[in-house]
């Protein structure tokens, strides 16, 4: 048996689980280096903030939107 499974904005996800005050509010998941945006929320897709962006070129964005940015997981996802 297999399974492939495909969740939407998974590191988001997961940290909006332990972190009830991201929901509804643009939230980007940073690399191991903190250097690339590897996972996005979906107010953050509409805001303009692309995958795999370098983190210092939307600085601005984020600021101007109020954008939550967090440090990658891994233990957690």
């Known amino acids: ?3 492939l499974l495909d969740c939407n904005n ?7 689980v ?3 005050a991201l929901c509804h509010r643009p939230v980007v998941v940073l690399s ?3 250097g690339c945006i590897i996972a ?3 107010e953050a897709k509409a805001i303009g903030i692309g ?3 370098p983190f210092f070129k ?4 984020i600021r101007r939107h109020n954008v939550a940015y967090l440090s990658s997981n891994f233990a957690l996802y």
């Open 1 to 3: 048996m297999y399974a």
């Open 10 to 16: 998974f590191f988001v996800s997961c940290e909006r």
């Open 18 to 20: 332990f972190n009830p």
């Open 32 to 34: 191991g280096n903190d």
């Open 40 to 42: 996005r929320s979906n």
């Open 51 to 53: 995958m795999g962006q």
């Open 58 to 61: 939307v600085q601005e964005l």
